[in-house]
């Protein structure tokens, strides 16, 4: 197997060029706190500033940098095969307000996009869900029927516009693509001329009550007070009897981007076999590139992530005749089991504390809707979505997740390559060790410090991946990616 070349890195991060924020340098005091800088925090945070709301938004990293800035960036309400299953779930009606919720998404984003004219290769395009195996058309073509019930724009087709051979693919006529960075740094923009706050490098660790309002702590020596607070992390900050962690999954998806595709894709594809390929096109200094990943798993499962990195190429080579490959990098999310996100009041009985989160790998229309809606909810608006995504509504049961565990390896430090780790065991508990780019070897229990399963080493993005709940942390342990807000507790091996 081909060994992954350098670090990982988002291509659409790459491909854009970065805006400047400070962290929080004084304690300020706001109408509302949005925690989170994807799309769904600088987006509620714009249209609460349009609103007329004092708003500052928090990141912890640099705004972008998470799952918004690691998607494929289809702005599609063809999620897969959903419709049929929302109909069997829940109806009709509620498949209906889904498909209209995602489709209004797509409306806002182009609206948007004319209105202040952002550069960030918008384009109108047909999704298509394929199949290169008979025995996966019965899904698709009872998705088919669920579309005529709902009036969606699309049908089964024999072919696509792409020399892919296929036994089906089912349409979604007038979909979107465009690059997420450039449109969200165009958003950032007006959100400042309107006066909010932006920070990055700026961790939310917690809030307290006082009076009527709220005050966040973070971890630099200043505070944010407001009257309402938006919880847009991939997880959510707070989690109340650990409501969320217990109803949603953690799921990974790697991705990568190739140079020398001879032309622009006509159209949006995802595969409805196993394991899936989703991809699309995109430009990369004016010359067409291959967006493409797949490979959705459970985070922090035991297969090798340099492997499935290496599937993706290879089937790319097979598929396209194209070798180079110009970025890879890892998307992480969060399933709900009905398959729709939770948007609303954090907790039932708390106020002023609203949450974004399980956007079941659809995160770009999901986090327009999401962030309509949160802006209506705070400002005492009707929004037709709400009990749509309502995170207190009646949930199908799944199974509990519980804990994995992965046969115990024992190795020396001293065998360790540079951006290696291996698992073996200090007193008879889990530990790792990792050595970083100065030859310099760390130890660390593996217990995730949000509610202590074991963490799994990822190969290909170099980073400790939580099974149970998805926290992320780098090899030397420092938190990347919550819920998780404490680095892996340090160990002593000798």
């Known amino acids: 197997m081909n060994k992954l070349m350098g670090e990982s890195r988002s291509f659409w991060r790459m491909s854009a060029k970065g805006l400047s924020y400070t962290k929080l340098a004084n304690t300020i005091e706001v109408d509302v706190a949005v925690v989170g800088g994807g799309i769904s925090g600088i987006?509620?945070?714009?249209?609460?500033?349009?609103?007329?709301?004092k708003v500052a938004l928090l990141e912890s990293r640099e705004l972008i940098s998470g799952t918004t800035g690691g998607t494929t960036a289809k702005l599609s309400a063809q999620h897969e095969l959903v419709y049929n299953k929302l109909i069997k779930q829940s109806g009709e009606e509620l498949a209906r307000l889904y498909y209209e919720a995602n489709s209004k998404a797509i409306d806002m984003a182009e609206s948007l996009v004319k209105e202040y004219g952002i550069d960030c290769d918008f384009e109108r395009t047909d999704a298509y869900v394929f199949s290169q195996e008979e025995s996966s058309l019965e899904q698709l073509e009872s998705e088919e029927i669920a579309y005529r019930k709902l009036g969606i724009d699309g049908?089964?087709?024999?072919?696509?516009?792409?020399?892919?051979?296929?036994?089906?693919?089912?349409?979604?006529?007038?979909?979107?693509?465009?690059?997420?960075?450039?449109f969200l740094q165009g958003i950032l923009r007006e959100l400042e001329d309107m006066g909010a706050h932006i920070y990055q490098h700026t961790k939310y660790m917690g809030y307290e009550r006082v009076g009527d309002r709220l005050t966040l702590n973070t971890d630099t020596q200043f505070q944010v007070i407001c009257d309402d607070m938006v919880l847009a992390t991939l997880f959510p900050a707070e989690d109340p009897e650990s409501f969320y962690s217990k109803t949603m999954k953690p799921s990974t998806t790697h991705l990568t981007a190739f140079s020398h595709l001879d032309r622009n894709l006509k159209g949006m594809?995802?595969?409805?076999?196993?394991?899936?390929?989703?991809?699309r096109s995109a430009y990369y200094e004016g010359e067409p590139v291959l967006i493409i990943g797949g490979q959705s798993h459970p985070t922090g499962?035991?297969?090798?992530?340099?492997?499935?990195?290496?599937?993706?190429?290879?089937?790319?080579?097979?598929?396209?005749?194209?070798?180079?490959?110009?970025?890879?990098?890892?998307?992480?999310?969060?399933?709900?089991?009905?398959?729709?996100?939770?948007?609303?009041?954090l907790q039932e009985g708390i106020q002023s504390i609203y949450v974004m989160t399980g956007f079941n790998?659809?995160?770009?229309?999901?986090?327009?809707?999401?962030?309509?809606?949160?802006?209506?909810?705070?400002?005492?608006?009707?929004?037709?979505?709400?009990?749509?995504?309502?995170?207190?509504?009646?949930?199908?049961k799944q199974q509990n997740q519980g804990k994995k565990s992965t046969p115990t390896i024992l190795n020396e430090a001293a065998e360790l390559k540079v951006g290696q780790a291996k698992k073996f065991e200090v007193d008879g508990k889990p530990a790792g060790m990792y050595k970083d780019t100065n030859g310099e070897v760390h130890f660390m229990n593996l217990a995730c410090t949000h509610l202590g399963c074991e963490v799994k080493w990822n190969d290909g993005d170099h980073t400790w991946d939580c099974p149970c709940h998805g926290s992320i942390f780098d090899g030397k342990g420092e938190v990347i990616s919550g819920p998780a807000k404490e680095p892996l507790k340090r160990v002593n091996p000798f």
């Open 43 to 53: 987006l509620a945070s714009y249209f609460l500033a349009k609103k007329g709301k």
């Open 301 to 345: 499962d035991n297969a090798s992530t340099a492997e499935r990195y290496e599937s993706i190429k290879e089937r790319v080579e097979k598929e396209f005749g194209l070798t180079e490959m110009l970025d890879y990098w890892s998307a992480h999310g969060y399933l709900t089991p009905d398959s729709r996100a939770f948007i609303g009041k």
């Open 269 to 279: 594809y995802i595969s409805n076999d196993r394991p899936e390929l989703s991809f």
């Open 155 to 182: 049908e089964m087709v024999d072919d696509i516009p792409i020399s892919f051979d296929i036994k089906g693919a089912l349409v979604m006529r007038n979909q979107a693509q465009f690059h997420p960075v450039k």
């Open 361 to 396: 790998e659809w995160g770009m229309t999901t986090g327009i809707v999401g962030a309509q809606l949160i802006a209506d909810l705070i400002m005492g608006e009707e929004n037709p979505y709400q009990s749509l995504y309502d995170p207190h509504r009646s949930l199908p």
